[in-house]
């Protein structure tokens, strides 16, 4: 049982590059979400998906889109990446909205130059 | 709307001393509160949630935290605190009818000799 895993850990990206960064989770949950992680800023959620096919906006979606074509997997794309991306990602997943535990992937760096 | 608040962004106690990081939260329902934990280069742990029932709650690693309804606080309490302990802490607090957990901006915790 891995949990919830990332791929990939570290990235850098030169400015209007694009990329995607993969979520993958074996727990059978139906929610999943992305967050980005910035110094003073705690964490601030992208998107998030209710289940497989569903997406929706979170706090700071600008930038960024994401797909949820199968359940265990969320992925979060930039397609055209700027220096104000650059930051720490983390994905999580739950069996429900916010009244369950997250559970959150060992995150992945990106630098955008 | 909901909201959480550490008043602490850093805190530093001596090894062996006891530790309180605080927590606030606006929530208009019951909420659901949980403290997560973020070593160095790592993703988020769960240390312990608050869903109802008694007040003090205790979690992983000697971390303990009590509800009080009335000051709207979930502070996270530790007797005594070791090397180990150094880390980012993160409280959250959700609820019934929402997606996603609303997070704290985190209260760093160095541990020294």
């Known amino acids: 049982n891995a949990g919830v895993t990332q791929t990939p850990k570290f990235r850098v990206l030169k400015t209007g590059q694009s990329m995607t960064l993969l979520c993958a989770q074996d727990?059978?949950?139906?929610?999943m979400y992305w967050y980005r992680q910035d110094p003073g800023m705690g964490l601030r959620l992208i998107h998030y998906s209710v289940g497989e096919g569903t997406t929706a906006k979170g706090e700071v979606p600008d930038g960024y889109n994401v797909s949820r074509l199968k359940k265990q997997n969320f992925l979060l794309g930039l397609e055209s990446a700027a220096p104000s991306q650059t930051s720490v990602y983390f994905c999580?997943?739950?069996?429900?909205?916010?009244?369950?535990?997250?559970?959150f992937g060992p995150g992945t760096r990106l630098l955008v130059l | 709307a909901q909201s959480v608040t550490q008043p602490d962004i850093h805190i530093t106690v001596s090894e062996g001393a006891s530790l309180e990081l605080r927590c606030n939260y606006s929530y208009g329902a019951t909420p659901y509160l949980f403290w997560y934990v973020q070593s160095p280069g790592q993703g988020l742990q769960l240390l312990l949630k608050?869903?109802?029932?008694?007040?003090l709650v205790q979690g992983i690693k000697g971390f303990e935290a009590e509800f009080k309804r009335s000051q709207s606080s979930f502070n996270l309490r530790k007797p005594s605190v070791h090397w180990s302990d150094a880390a980012e802490y993160f409280c959250a607090v959700g609820g019934n009818s929402g997606y996603a957990l609303n997070f704290g901006k985190g209260t760093s915790l160095l541990v020294t000799p």
């Open positions: 727990m059978n949950h139906e929610y």
């Open positions: 608050y869903f109802s029932g008694d007040t």
């Open positions: 999580a997943s739950a069996t429900s909205g916010s009244s369950e535990t997250q559970y």
